[in-house]
């Protein structure tokens, strides 16, 4: 059994900064990839970004430059810092834990970027 347990979220005004994070935990021998992804109302989950097994990373373009994700190897932990948020931002953010027979997903914490 496999949990993701998320933290971070809240309200920040437009062009400040949260930091989410995501600890595993159970019975995970390899990690393919984990990150987060993002809904807002109304539309698609989203990447926003992952950083798989080898430790190369991917993001969104709309959050490049803007966001970090690092990660624990040794807690399982992946942390997302977002800088210069804006209100487009405004999502339910969902870890993402990919193993390489099965994928987990976390229940989710809400950011809004609002004044």
């Known amino acids: 059994q496999v949990q993701l347990v998320e933290s971070g979220g809240g309200l920040v005004q437009p062009g400040g900064s949260l930091r989410l994070s995501c600890a595993a935990s159970g019975s995970i021998f390899s990690i393919s990839a984990m990150g987060w992804y993002r809904q807002a109302p109304g539309k698609q989950r989203e990447l926003v970004a992952a950083?798989?097994?080898?430790?190369?990373?991917n993001y969104a373009d709309s959050v490049k430059g803007r966001f970090t994700l690092s990660r624990d190897n040794a807690k399982n932990t992946v942390f997302l810092q977002m800088n210069s948020l804006k209100p487009e931002d405004t999502a339910v953010y969902y870890c993402n834990l990919q193993l390489p027979s099965k994928m987990y997903w976390g229940q989710g914490t809400q950011v809004t970027v609002s004044s």
């Open positions: 950083i798989f097994g080898i430790g190369s990373t």
